[in-house]
T-cell receptor, first 114, second 114 residues
Framework: QQQVKQSPQSLIVQKGGISIINCAYE??????FPWYQQFPGKGPALLIA?????SEKKEGRFTISFNKSAKQFSLHIMDSQPGDSATYFC?????????????FGQGTTLQVKP | NAGVMQNPRHLVRRRGQEARLRCSPM?????VYWYRQLPEEGLKFMVY????????ESGMPKERFSAEFPKEGPSILRIQQVVRGDSAAYFC????????????FGQGTRLTVV
């Protein structure tokens, strides 16, 4: 119930293409869904986050799509650039005990080819 | 405003030694979370602390691991009698409140047990 499943595990995209990463959750009490970007040797950095009261949120080239009924959310990176090459993690938090702890997906390693 | 500071960045310990990992949250943040990242895996929640209190330690191994966040000074994650399986990156995150706000991550401490 506390799991967040992320796919694909790795992704190769040409420069200028669209990168799409998907996540699914089980706990319907989750109410905060962030995406983090992590470069090698660095800590995760928040990219964009969404709450279940909206179906889509866009910030620059990054868009989260949220499907509450399917319990799925996805990250779309438009016009992907080599500098976007990193590992991306979806996460979720919330629930009855709601301590703010994040449940992370397994991560997606994105490589954007020039 | 300095970010979340973790030290040391790299730590090598022999089996059976103790490891102490330090985390200074961002200024004004009183909520600290510790996560562990094993190679090629996502981040796993370990413990959530507020000043002088452990709020949620549901992700903490029952033995050898402890955490504190004293009134003064950094939060400390202590691992006693380290074993090879403790080798991982340990990340600390801080936030100004516990629910639904951005958690800022430090650069992590990479622990290697030899």
């Amino acid at each position: 119930q506390q799991q967040v499943k992320q796919s694909p595990q790795s992704l190769i995209v040409q420069k200028g293409g669209i990168s799409i990463i998907n996540c699914a959750y089980e706990n319907t009490a989750f109410d905060y869904f962030p995406w983090y970007q992590q470069f090698p040797g660095k800590g995760p950095a928040l990219l964009i986050a969404i709450r279940p009261d909206v179906s889509e949120k866009k910030e620059g080239r990054f868009t989260i799509s949220f499907n509450k009924s399917a319990k799925q959310f996805s990250l779309h990176i438009m016009d992907s650039q080599p500098g976007d090459s990193a590992t991306y993690f979806c996460a979720a938090s919330g629930g009855s005990s709601n301590t703010g702890k994040l449940i992370f997906g397994q991560g997606t390693t994105l490589q954007v080819k020039p | 405003n300095a970010g979340v500071m973790q030290n040391p960045r790299h730590l090598v310990r022999r089996r059976g030694q103790e490891a102490r990992l330090r985390c200074s949250p961002m200024k004004g943040h009183s909520h600290v979370y510790w996560y562990r990242q094993l190679p090629e895996e996502g981040l796993k929640f370990m413990v959530y602390l507020q000043k002088e209190n452990i709020i949620d330690e549901s992700g903490m191994p029952k033995e050898r691991f402890s955490a504190e966040f004293p009134k003064e000074g950094p939060s400390i994650l202590r691992i006693q009698q380290v074993v090879r399986g403790d080798s991982a990156a340990y990340f600390c995150a801080s936030s100004p409140q516990r629910w639904g706000t951005e958690a800022f991550f430090g650069q992590g401490t990479r622990l290697t047990v030899v």
